[in-house]
């Protein structure tokens, strides 16, 4: 009995052990999570970044967890629960790698599928053999954009890209830019550019294009951008090393036209374990004529004419431009990137002018003003750059902090020349400082919020200290002597405080994003010789919302709102004379407004390669230029003014696509109208425009492998501006390009504006001042450039090495 009662007892004890055996294994499998990992790696056995890679559950394919990789290819999934997976990885320009039967459990948690070597995804047309490459174009639901191909790295530098993008004119005169006929801002890596136009003109020029990887079109952009933006932004963001090893690019192009032009540099980059470094030199110098013809009427109240001035100005001028870059990353860990940048631009601009009165019927030999300007620049940039990637899953910190300063000294040596005396009238010399110091820091948080969710926030604060002088000097026996009544000094100080906040959703078929911004404004300015003080203080609010829907994988409709400001530039603002000739100043107006702008863009796009737009903006307080009699002579002051309002009314079509094996075109055709109220001196003016009418196509034919030429047209029809009428214009650029050395060097040839169409005249209508402006310029150019790339990528080896990272990551015109 007591024998039977202990097995009793045993046998109870082993099935209670037996359970909770079973039950622990049960509860282990339920809670047991494993990895698996990798290297993606290119036909050379390179490293290969940020590709996409999912991993789906077997059964049903279902996504169960997707990532991008990171810059040293390596991916890793954690936490994978227990089961049978399948994996894919997804790289543009690469065929698919798909792995089946990945098995997770207890007994083998982890998975290591070592290096997954991806290869370019051809495909065969009629025996031509057609390799997979980033497209050129693509279209995102904020953007558009530019994946830069040989044929734009070719070009001597980042200015003349900009005319070859689709909606991107430069105008020649003042080299200012503009997207789908409005004014932008420049980015360069994600940040604003605070520079005066002609530094900005100056840094383009002087910027190679071989050293750029891509460049953003930012039509509307969202609350996450500064509210200054204005109509768009440019956004160009430069290569970064992602291979191993050291790899450059060495450039150099001569033109000639009326005179010669040289452009040189050396684009270096090295990444290391643990660092990465960025050096680039580049140097432009530029020599052109640029002659302009100006008349003025003088009315009176009653419309009719009392006087007529004329100037024909012919200069010669010259730039050279240096611009030294340099980069510092350091990969601090597998998640967090420290960088560093530094810009010198160094710039000197010469111009030897001649004008002569230009009245009708006037025969007698005329007077002369002679102007020689001489300036100096010296823009520099000093950036640092934090970003944390705290999980795989999108959740991400960074924090910027930027400083720029702004010298440029110019002299303007004048002198009046009577046409009855051997000797100068007059002799004067005008000296002007132009500074500038901008202080800038920003913080950007970015939080998933489940599936294909996610809401960022922001903050930033800047501060600008402007200061300009104009000391004007008049000579005599030899001697400069200081005219303290045409000497005058001004200073502006701005702040401006911002957060911003966005929220946006991926899905299938519809995806939107909305954002708010809150940017407060104080600005003080004081004009030292009236000791007049302008003060400002203002607090904005900046909506933005994006909506994209997808019908299908062909077609997608995408609509745009936004809020935004333009504030007026430094230079704008400043009320001391800038001379052109002796009969036409330049000013600024320390009263300017800040114009509010509204916009609103409808776009269907079809196959990512034909998109259709239609938009709307409206800004009050819009800047308009008109010219008024200068403290009561015939010398006219142009100077910027706000007026009540002005509307925008466009449409663009735009069609980009490889077409086949040997054509790529990327061609579009735009309408615009513009009205415009405002009241200026007594007069009230106000237009319905000019409906305008311009088309482009840029267009790259391949010949062979190695051998391609294109061609690019524009036409720009006649067209208003608020109070300026545009004439018409067209241009022509056609050249060849051939690849040398296993198709690591191009050597292009290309001519602008071969036929010399290009043409510049506007009327401007002030009320009772009229102008006619028509402007000259060397627009015929041929040039020879030629680019060699060099260095190789390390073969990546697969190791542990947590310093290994996946990051990636004001307005002058010329004298």
């Not at 004119?169 to 136009?197: C, E, F, M």
């Not at 071989?210 to 932004?233: F, H, M, V």
């Amino acid at each position: 009995m007591l024998m039977q009662y202990s097995l009793r007892t045993t046998i109870s004890s082993v099935a209670v052990l037996l359970f909770l055996a079973i039950s622990l294994s049960i509860s282990a499998q339920n809670t047991f999570s494993g990895t698996i990992k990798g290297r993606v790696l290119d036909e050379h056995k390179a490293t290969l970044p940020f590709a996409s890679i999912f991993l789906k559950l077997e059964n049903d394919s279902v996504i169960y967890k997707s990532q991008i990789g990171a810059e040293n290819g390596d991916f890793s999934f954690t936490q994978v629960k227990a089961g049978k997976y399948l994996l894919e990885i997804k790289v543009m320009g690469y065929g698919d790698f798909k792995k089946s039967g990945l098995m997770m459990s207890q007994n083998s948690p982890l998975t290591d599928l070592g290096m997954i070597q991806l290869f370019p995804n051809s495909k065969v047309l009629t025996g031509v053999t057609i390799t997979g490459r980033i497209p050129l174009f693509e279209r995102r639901a904020d953007k558009m954009i530019i994946n830069l191909d040989q044929n734009l790295q070719s070009s001597p530098s980042m200015m003349e890209v900009m005319n070859k993008l689709p909606g991107v004119q430069v105008n020649p005169v003042d080299d200012q830019i503009s997207l789908n006929g409005r004014g932008v801002q420049i980015y360069i890596d994600g940040k604003a550019t605070p520079l005066s136009s002609d530094a900005l003109a100056g840094l383009l020029k002087g910027m190679s294009p071989s050293g750029i990887q891509k460049i953003e079109l930012i039509a509307n952009p969202s609350a996450k951008y500064d509210a200054a933006g204005g109509a768009g932004i440019i956004n160009i963001i430069r290569k970064r090393n992602y291979k191993g090893g050291l790899n450059g690019n060495v450039f150099a192009n001569i033109g000639q036209g009326t005179y010669g032009k040289q452009v040189g540099g050396l684009n270096l980059n090295y990444k290391g374990d643990g660092f990465n470094v960025l050096l680039n030199t580049n140097y432009n110098y530029n020599k052109y004529n640029f002659d302009t013809k100006v008349m003025t009427d003088f009315f009176d109240q009653n419309g009719f004419l009392t006087a007529q001035t004329g100037s024909d100005i012919k200069s010669v001028r010259s730039t050279r431009i240096y611009t030294p870059t340099l980069g510092l990353d350091f990969y601090l860990s597998k998640k967090t990137t420290l960088s560093f940048t530094t810009v010198q631009n160094i710039q000197r601009f010469h111009k030897d002018a001649r004008s002569s009165p230009l009245i009708a019927d006037q025969t007698e030999e005329k007077d002369l003003f002679l102007n020689l300007v001489k300036a100096k620049t010296l823009n520099s940039s000093y950036s640092m750059h934090f970003l944390r990637q705290i999980d795989t899953l999108g959740k991400e910190l960074t924090a910027d902090l930027d400083f720029y300063n702004y010298d440029n000294q110019t002299g303007n040596d004048n002198t009046s020349l009577s046409a009855q005396e051997e000797v100068s009238a007059l002799k004067s010399f005008l000296d002007q400082g132009r500074k500038y110091k901008v202080y800038a820091a920003k913080i950007d948080y970015t939080q998933p919020l489940g599936s294909k969710r996610r809401i960022e926030l922001g903050l930033k604060t800047s501060f600008v200290r402007s200061d300009n002088e104009n000391r004007f000097f008049i000579t005599q026996t030899g001697l400069q002597i200081l005219d303290p009544s045409q000497s005058d000094r001004f200073k502006y100080t701005e702040m401006i405080n911002a957060i911003y906040t966005t929220f946006s959703k991926d899905g299938t078929h519809f995806s939107y994003q909305i954002g708010l911004r809150g940017e407060h404004t104080l600005g003080k300015g004081l004009l030292f010789e009236t000791s007049e003080h302008n003060n400002r203080r203002y607090f904005q609010l900046f909506p933005s919302l994006y909506f994209d829907y997808k019908f299908n994988e062909k077609h997608s409709l995408n609509l745009n709102l936004n809020k935004n400001i333009n504030r007026p530039t430094y230079e704008n603002l400043n009320p001391l004379i800038r001379i052109l000739d002796a009969n036409n100043f330049l000013q600024g107006n320390p009263e300017l407004k800040p114009g509010i702008v509204y916009n609103a863009a409808l776009t269907y796009n079809l196959k990512n390669a034909f998109f259709a737009t239609v938009a709307y903006g409206y800004t009050k307080n819009d800047f308009t230029s008109f010219s008024r009699k200068f403290e009561n002579t015939e010398i006219t002051s142009t100077k910027p003014e706000n007026n009540k309002y002005t509307q925008y009314f466009s449409s663009h079509v735009a069609y980009n696509k490889q077409v086949n094996s040997w054509w790529y075109t990327s061609t579009g055709i735009n309408y615009n109208q513009r009205t415009y109220k405002s009241v200026f001196d007594g007069y009230e003016l106000q237009s319905s425009g000019i409906p305008g009418f311009g088309a482009s196509s840029y267009d790259a034919f391949s010949v062979t492998k190695k051998f391609s030429f294109l061609v690019l047209l524009r036409y720009t029809g006649k067209f208003q501006e608020r109070n300026l009428i545009y004439d018409p214009s067209f241009t022509f650029t056609a050249g060849v390009s051939q690849k040398l050395f296993k198709n690591k060097g191009t050597l292009a040839l290309n001519v602008t504006d071969i036929f010399e169409t290009y043409k510049s005249r506007y009327t401007q209508n002030s009320g009772a001042i009229n102008q006619v402006w028509e402007n000259k310029l060397e627009t015929r150019i041929g040039r020879l450039s030629f680019s060699y790339n060099f260095g190789g990528a390390i073969k990546s080896r697969a190791t542990k090495n947590a310093a290994e990272e996946e990051s990636q990551r004001t307005k002058s015109a010329e004298n």
